[in-house]
């Protein structure tokens, strides 16, 4: 490489903006949604039903002059009744204390719900936060969002009021050239092709979860949690082999879970492997095991063992 090919190399380094992004927000304001919509990529779970992303994930978007790295938390619920949100909570503190920008994610309707975080958020102070109003394809008139602007322009702490909507993808472009400019000048910190810096194993654990939302009712993916117990990919170019084992509260939620005849099992294990293959660009053998663990949510032990908890 000649030194003025470095110089370039070096400029370009230089010029490029990134940093850490903390995505905030209620159940269901569309943060995953909006995640996927920005990186491209399925790699977190969304679904109608609240509280589906238990732990951060950083979701990468790199352009030609920034790299944006997401993190989507998983809530910061006050309500205190298991050890098991109050994990959830203690993760989502912790990514917003370090993350460069705070975007705090709201539905287009006037509420006092947003109140708990806008106390969390003010308690980080020097760094920039944005409000993003998403769902504003939900408002044909768009003077109706006027009052919701006011709202959090009175709080007088957000850098930014932007409206966008995750599902139609207006508004994300604006999003983006601002979000830059309230990066800090790190250069890229991961590779460029580098969606996100997940292992494999726990994608694949996430996977299977995303499957228990999709085939089972509301009581079945809250009751249980996905652990991968192996992930041998010694002969990756033929195959690899992944077995997961979930875990439920109770006999009954095994038997929904397992279906007539193994059926609802089978379903599960049939659309999760084929995402697997996708994501991992190999054949992938999947077992799945279902056993009972009693109280698991309130089980610090098991939760360290599902990295929910240190
Ligand atoms: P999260 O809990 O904040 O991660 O929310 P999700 O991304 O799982 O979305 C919750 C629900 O809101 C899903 O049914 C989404 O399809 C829906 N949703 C998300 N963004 C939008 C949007 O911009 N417009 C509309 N109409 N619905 C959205
Ligand atoms: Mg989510």
């Known amino acids: 490489m000649d030194s003025l090919q470095t110089c370039v190399y070096v400029l370009l380094w230089i010029d490029m903006k990134s940093g850490v992004i903390a995505v905030i927000g209620r159940p269901n304001v569309g ?3 909006l995640l996927n919509k920005l990186i491209g990529e399925k790699l977190t779970i969304v679904s109608p039903k609240p509280q589906t992303t238990w732990q951060r994930l950083h979701g990468i978007l790199t352009t030609q002059d ?3 790295i997401f993190i989507d938390t998983p809530g910061l ?3 205190r009744s298991s050890k098991f949100i109050s994990a959830l909570r203690k993760i989502t503190l912790s990514a917003m204390n370090d993350a460069d920008l705070l975007l705090h994610i709201v539905e287009p309707f006037l509420t006092d719900k947003e109140q708990y ?6 308690r980080i ?3 920039p936060k944005i409000v ?13 969002l006027l009052p919701i602007i006011e709202r959090y322009a ?15 993808g207006e508004g994300i472009d604006i999003l983006l050239t601002q979000l830059k400019k309230y990066l800090p000048n790190d250069g890229m910190l991961y590779d460029k092709d580098t969606i996100t810096d997940k292992y494999e194993k726990e994608l694949a654990a996430e996977i299977v979860r995303e499957k228990l939302f999709y085939f089972t009712r509301e009581e079945i993916p809250y009751s249980s949690a996905c652990v991968v117990d192996k992930f041998d990919e010694t002969q990756r170019e033929r195959i690899i082999r992944i077995y997961v084992t979930i875990y439920v509260e109770k006999s009954s939620q095994k038997g929904i879970l397992i ?10 294990g049939t659309s999760a492997r084929m995402d697997m293959e996708k994501l991992l660009g190999a054949k992938v053998y999947l077992e799945l095991y279902v056993k009972i663990k009693k109280n698991w949510k309130n089980d610090r032990h098991f939760l360290r063992e599902i990295g929910l908890e240190k």
Do not use: W
């Open 31 to 33: 943060k995953s949604t």
């Open 66 to 68: 920034a790299q944006f």
């Open 77 to 79: 619920e006050t309500e």
């Open 117 to 122: 975080i806008e106390e969390e958020l003010k």
């Open 125 to 127: 102070d020097e760094r």
């Open 132 to 144: 993003l109003i998403n769902k504003i394809d939900l408002k044909k008139d768009k003077r109706s």
């Open 154 to 168: 009175a709080i007088a702490m957000y850098n930014d009021i932007i409206p966008v909507s995750a599902i139609t």
């Open 259 to 268: 279906g007539a005849g193994g059926s609802m099992l089978k379903k599960i």
